[in-house]
């Protein structure tokens, strides 16, 4: 069964960065079938897509989030990470780790983590 596991700092202070990691059990990030993205739900509104790396390692990001989000990966660990720079409190949210299927325009996920509380506070 495949199985992905946010885990990171549930509190970050404003300006700093926020840092998650992704433990992916079950498969690898690296077989070249799925992508892996960060979706965040801020409280009261949707989903909210951050950005994939894909199986090769390059990455794609929203254009809202670009600036500030960089997703990079530990192969030896199956592992991916999302670190969102300069936070504010409206970058408080649940953050999500998911498998993305390869659709056209990305977005069709077949497992999700169970999403982690990121809260952005002084």
């Known amino acids: 069964q495949v199985q992905l596991q946010e885990s990171g700092p549930g509190l970050v202070k404003p300006s700093q960065t926020l840092s998650l990691t992704c433990t992916v059990s079950g498969a690898s990030i690296t077989t070249n079938s799925y992508y892996w993205s960060w979706i965040r739900q801020v409280p009261g509104k949707g989903l909210e897509w951050m950005g994939i790396?894909?199986?090769?390692?390059?990455?794609y990001y929203s254009p809202s989030l670009k600036s500030r989000t960089s997703i990079s990966r530990d192969t030896s660990k199956n592992q991916f990470t999302l670190q969102l720079t300069s936070v504010t409190p409206e970058d408080t949210a649940v953050y999500y780790c998911a498998r993305d299927v390869m659709t056209t325009g990305w977005g069709d996920y077949d497992y999700w983590g169970q999403g982690t509380q990121v809260t952005v506070s002084s």
């Open positions: 790396i894909t199986y090769s390692g390059t990455t």
